[in-house]
């Protein structure tokens, strides 16, 4: 349940939607924050993202983009299983269980279409972010890359 400030829910819909509590409410133009209807004393935060469903599904429009020479950023689950998993499910749910639960840091989002959230172009963006897990937010470092190892790839996909 949402009930306490950290509080974090995900819904993997058309448009996937992080849901979180907070009682320290820092607007911004990237997300919505909300009065909590059950708890005064806390927000609701709400971010949005559209390519969503499209990186894990692929669309009607996948082999057409293929076909106008965007090979490299036809990103549905199944594309990037085909690209660094021998095109097998077996082989990629292997690859997927020898991750660590934060990936190492990497994170990657894989855009078919223009991104609400975070706004960047269409294409495939790669970083590992140095302090993940401990920090404030404000001294976190990343670094972008071409490339992660095969397994490193499909965190951030699933």
């Not at 995900?10 to 209807?37: A, K, M, Q, Y």
């Not at 499910?89 to 020898?98: A, G, H, I, S, T």
Request: hydrophobic share 35%; with cysteine; glycine share 6%.
């Amino acid at each position: 349940t949402l009930s306490n400030p950290g509080d974090l829910a995900i819904s993997l819909g058309t448009s996937d939607t992080v849901f979180g509590v907070t009682d320290v409410p820092e607007p911004s133009l990237d997300g919505n924050i909300l009065p909590n209807p059950v708890d005064p004393s806390t927000y609701m935060v709400m971010l949005c993202y559209k390519n969503g469903s499209l990186t894990r599904e692929g669309t009607i429009f996948s082999a057409f983009y293929c076909a106008v020479a965007l090979a490299n950023l036809c990103t549905s689950l199944s594309d990037i299983r085909d690209r660094y998993a021998e095109k097998s499910w077996d082989v990629f749910n292997n690859l997927l269980e020898q991750t660590d639960p934060l990936n190492g840091g990497k994170l990657g989002f894989y855009y078919k279409e223009h991104e609400i959230l975070p706004p960047l172009p269409v294409g495939f963006h790669r970083y590992i972010v140095d302090t993940l897990t401990s920090g404030p937010l404000a001294e976190t470092k990343e670094r972008q890359k071409d490339e992660f190892d095969p397994p490193s790839e499909f965190p951030p996909v699933v």
